[in-house]
């Protein structure tokens, strides 16, 4: 599976975009981008994937360049409880492990 | 959503105990459960994958007769720590996926083992 690589952290004031870059230039055609985040002391939570297109949900944007080298996730109001380590994976099938870099360690503060 | 339950969340026991974990999935069936463990600090680490009637797979350094797994049903799999010694106290935590399409993995709250 590709290498990714993050920012070791990000700072954000609350209510503001959280933009968290991620680099995977080494990622294949059938690699897919994956976002967790774990909160202390807790398990990784799952946020959002995409493969080549944009993608949307009730958490998050993600932001994937055209050649795929590169994405973003966006959190578009940072609140205090997404203070977390941010993990960004990519994953060639259904079924791999994922195998966890350093993320990034987001501080939202008010 | 997914949700998979991961029991107990917090032990302490002695040294030469055995304990077991188990991860459940709550509202769905997973062929494949991953365990993890981290320690302070640092990132999870993949110790085996656990594949619903076969035999486990262990990462390299995981010794596979200390980590028991088992597998036995769809949506059960058990972490059981042979003989646990304090340098095994560590957080660990186990993930599922679902059958079908490219679903993505959901992970328990944990179990933070602590051994003395």
């Known amino acids: 599976d590709a290498k990714t690589t993050q920012p070791p952290s990000m700072d954000c004031a609350e209510g503001r975009a959280a933009n968290l870059p991620c680099n995977h230039s080494t990622i294949s055609g059938n690699e897919y981008v994956y976002w967790y985040r774990q909160i202390h002391s807790q398990g990784p939570q799952y946020i959002i994937h995409g493969l080549k297109n944009n993608e949307t949900n009730e958490m998050a944007s993600l932001i994937i360049t055209e050649d795929r080298k590169s994405s973003t996730l966006i959190l578009p109001h940072a609140t205090l409880r997404d203070t977390a380590v941010y993990y960004c994976?990519?994953?060639?099938?259904?079924?791999?492990?994922?195998?966890f870099g350093k993320g990034t360690t987001l501080s939202v503060s008010s | 959503g997914a949700v998979v339950s991961q029991h107990p969340s917090w032990v302490i026991c002695k040294s030469g105990t055995s304990v077991k974990i188990e991860c459940r999935s709550l509202?769905?069936?997973?062929?494949?459960m991953f365990w993890y463990r981290q320690f302070p600090k640092q990132s999870l680490m993949l110790m085996a994958t656990?594949?619903?009637?076969?035999?486990?797979?262990?990462e390299q350094g995981v010794e596979k007769d200390k980590f028991l797994i088992n597998h036995a049903s769809l949506t059960l799999s058990t972490l059981t720590v042979t003989s646990a010694h304090p340098e095994d106290s560590s957080f660990y935590i186990c993930?599922?996926?679902?059958?079908?399409?490219?679903?993505?993995?959901?992970f328990g709250d944990g179990t933070r083992l602590s051994i003395l």
């Open positions: 993930s599922a996926m679902g059958q079908g399409g490219n679903q993505p993995q959901h």
């Open positions: 656990s594949n619903e009637g076969s035999k486990a797979t262990y």
């Open positions: 509202d769905f069936q997973a062929t494949t």
């Open positions: 994976i990519a994953v060639d099938q259904a079924g791999t492990a994922l195998i």
